[in-house]
């Protein structure tokens, strides 16, 4: 099984082509016996390494690549921001043998790059899983074209072309299970934060519970705020919140969830079969009561005996007089960046554990990726009583200026290490070596500083809109929820 991955090169190419040809990786022969027996053999006087060039010579590679760069005008490094790629291609332990991984390592190369690049295969040996080191020029000696790196080109060029040989070959290949997920969202998911697919999806969910068509289905979704298209004109159907930034497609939220499962669902529920919910929590219908919720109910008090139930049970009060000053009733009110930062982390931690209204949650799901930098803005402006923008601009003025003073210092230990390495005094390197450690620490602390009030005076402006808007959202949500109890004892 081969497999591929993609990495650019943006500085040193003649460092990526130096470790791809180490010989300690590529030789053959690394145990005495057959370093013996190569030594010994008068036909082969040198080692015999896996590395093979297509239109260049492995030894002068990077020279040949610079001259097509240099042909085609584009040597010069503020116009060209990618040197070359490097493509390893890892096979498993025990499928191949090295001359069979080097030879599938060229035809991947031949048939991938070699009528356009410059390009050289080596074969790495030095571990349990044989792999392919194949490095090309990102600028093609035909027409001066650079290689264009996207998906479409790895997953359909790349990827491809070595699936193919694998298959000629006899081995195994990589198959894909399911789609995958963006990083964020999969980040998300291993931190435990709530994502916006997944909330999503547990109102398609709660939408399918109660749906018994697919008109009933696309009701429920626009009472809970959502806009659904769909239709002849559309190929795919889409859904998007009331306070969402753009369209998200039914069948992105997983498998079970595009348009055509979820009315095969929704029929079959009609015809009176049995239906699963593509999501893993299902709710029961609303005129029914779950065996979980009358688990949840609280256990019925126990009769009293006839005796005790008759004596009137006497509430005793304690009145208490209270005299003095008393400083915590009189407390300072915080105001500006102290009280903002202290509200809207408050709202966020609440939000990240379901105990704020839906309506406040969709408004604040972009944040949730950057608590941490709320946390720390907000413990900064605590820790130095940040109040008014005058007081963030000293703040940001004096680590600054803590931050050059200290740079200055450690500029001065600089010169005075070099001198001492020069003397090959190196009791007194090693102390100065020392000292500019603990410098540089304190300066990237002051660096931090500085850069967490950049954040304040960059977010202050927006975070007072979110907390309106929020707070906004949890009235208006407690009012309606007001509303429909009031509702409900009328009847």
């Not at 304690?318 to 709202?347: D, E, H």
Request: proline fraction near 3%.
């Amino acid at each position: 099984m081969a497999y591929t991955k993609i990495i650019v090169v943006r500085n040193h190419l003649w460092r990526c082509l130096d470790y791809t040809s180490n010989p300690q990786k590529t030789e053959i022969g690394k145990d005495l016996q057959n370093a013996l027996a190569y030594a010994q053999n008068a036909d082969k006087t040198e080692y015999q390494f896996f590395v093979t060039g297509f239109n260049c010579d492995p030894a002068t590679a990077f020279e040949a690549m610079q001259e097509t760069k240099k042909l085609w005008d584009k040597a010069d490094s503020e116009h060209i921001r990618v040197l070359g790629y490097h493509v390893i291609q890892s096979f498993t332990p025990g499928e191949v043998r090295p001359q069979q991984a080097h030879e599938i390592g060229c035809e991947f190369a031949r048939r991938a790059f070699s009528e356009r690049y410059e390009v050289t295969v080596s074969t790495h040996l030095n571990t349990q899983a044989l792999h392919n080191h194949i490095v090309f020029n990102s600028v093609s000696f035909v027409d001066g074209r650079m290689f264009r790196d996207d998906f479409k080109g790895y997953y359909e060029g790349i990827r491809a072309v070595s699936d193919q040989i694998c298959r000629e070959h006899g081995l195994s290949i990589i198959i894909p299970k399911r789609k995958g997920k963006a990083y964020a969202e999969c980040q998300a998911e291993k931190e435990g934060k709530p994502t916006v697919r997944a909330m999503i999806r547990a109102d398609v969910d709660k939408a399918l519970v109660r749906a018994i068509s697919w008109e009933t289905f696309v009701a429920g979704l626009r009472q809970m705020g959502y806009t659904v298209k769909y239709g002849h004109s559309i190929k795919y159907a889409t859904l998007r919140h009331k306070s969402g930034s753009r369209n998200i497609r039914l069948k992105s939220l997983g498998e079970g969830y595009d348009e055509a499962s979820i009315r095969g669902l929704l029929a079959r529920r009609a015809r009176g079969e049995e239906v699963t919910l593509p999501g893993a929590a299902v709710e029961a219908m609303p005129t029914q009561r779950s065996s979980s919720a009358a688990k949840a109910l609280p256990a019925e008090r126990p009769k009293q005996p006839d005796h005790e139930r008759h004596i009137p049970q006497v509430r005793r009060y304690r009145r208490v007089r209270l005299c003095g000053a008393f400083p915590l009733l009189s407390r300072k009110k915080y105001t500006g960046f102290m009280a903002l930062y202290y509200r809207y982390v408050y709202l966020l931690g609440k939000t990240r554990q379901r105990r704020t209204s839906r309506r406040c949650c969709f408004l604040l799901r972009e944040d949730f990726q950057k608590f941490n930098r709320y946390t720390a803005q907000f413990k900064y402006v605590w820790e130095h009583r940040i109040q008014t923008q005058e007081d963030l601009d000293a703040a940001r003025a004096a680590a600054k200026s803590g931050q050059n003073a200290l740079a200055a210092q450690r500029r001065s230990l600089y010169r005075k290490r070099g001198v001492a390495q020069k003397d090959r005094d190196d009791d007194k390197a090693t102390a100065l070596s020392a000292e500019i450690a603990a410098l540089s620490a304190e300066i990237r602390a002051r660096r931090r500083e500085v850069m967490i009030c950049g954040w304040i005076a960059e977010d202050a402006a927006r975070l007072r809109r979110q907390l309106a808007e929020a707070e906004c959202a949890e009235r208006q949500e407690r009012q309606q929820t007001d509303q429909k109890k009031q509702r409900g004892y009328a009847r």
